[in-house]
């Protein structure tokens, strides 16, 4: 079927250096992308967006890249801060449909 | 601007008991869904509400009814509630010709 999903679970940083969070989608027909960060207890909150008709989206200390031919997204954090650390989701919209799905997500812990 | 609000925060329930989750923007956004988010899940949409006047069923919509009651409000009502449905609620909503969702800071319920 159908899916969004992440290769990794858990991901464990240094402070200080660069983090990378993929992200697979197996709908050819999605148009749209997004990530979004959740911290413990509160709700998923936006960072950065992209169409697919781009390939790389620049946010602050946020790059999105979306490579189509091999259906992957990935989000790259510059410079990871303690207050980094949460859960990271990416969500598609599949072409005319009104919502969004999301993946299973992404555990960063920022490691001082 | 408040954004997306929801209450309550937290609610217990006992099994068949019913209950209405609400939720309000301010942003005057066309579009508000419903989600549900399990322990290691992403978030699943229960229903969604296009504009006003108008409700849709999501991926899973069993044991829950909605009520898009004007442009601001969007209620979730549990008529009969069952252990399963032990879940973080979450409520979103989004602009008109655009795809990206902003969240409410969730409930928290618990049905015993």
């Known amino acids: 079927g159908e899916s969004v999903g992440l290769h990794l679970p858990t991901l464990s940083v240094q402070e200080g250096d660069n983090s990378i969070i993929n992200c697979a989608y197996s709908n050819s027909a999605s148009d749209y992308f997004i990530w979004y960060k959740q911290e413990s207890g509160k709700g998923p909150q936006f960072i950065i967006d992209?169409?697919?008709?781009?390939d790389k989206r620049q946010g602050q200390r946020v790059t999105v890249l979306l490579n189509k031919t091999v259906k992957h997204l990935s989000l790259q954090i510059a410079a990871t801060q303690p207050g980094d650390s949460a859960v990271y989701f990416c969500a598609e919209r599949k072409g005319g449909a009104n919502n969004l799905f999301f993946g299973t997500g992404t555990r960063l812990t920022v490691i001082p | 601007n408040a954004g997306v609000t929801q209450t309550p925060k937290f609610q217990v329930l006992k099994t068949g008991q019913s209950m209405t989750l609400q939720c309000a923007q301010d942003?005057?956004?066309?579009?508000m869904y419903w989600y549900r988010q399990d322990p290691g899940m992403g978030l699943r949409l229960i229903y969604y509400s296009a504009s006003e006047g108008t409700t849709d069923k999501g991926e899973v919509p069993n044991g829950y009814n909605v009520s898009r009651l004007n442009k601001r409000e969007f209620s979730l009502r549990l008529e009969s509630a069952a252990p399963s449905q032990t879940s973080v609620y979450f409520c979103?909503?989004?602009?008109?010709?655009?795809?990206?969702?902003?969240f409410g800071p969730g409930t928290r319920l618990t049905v015993t």
């Open positions: 992209i169409r697919s008709n781009m």
């Open positions: 979103a909503s989004t602009g008109q010709g655009g795809y990206e969702q902003y």
């Open positions: 942003m005057n956004h066309n579009s």
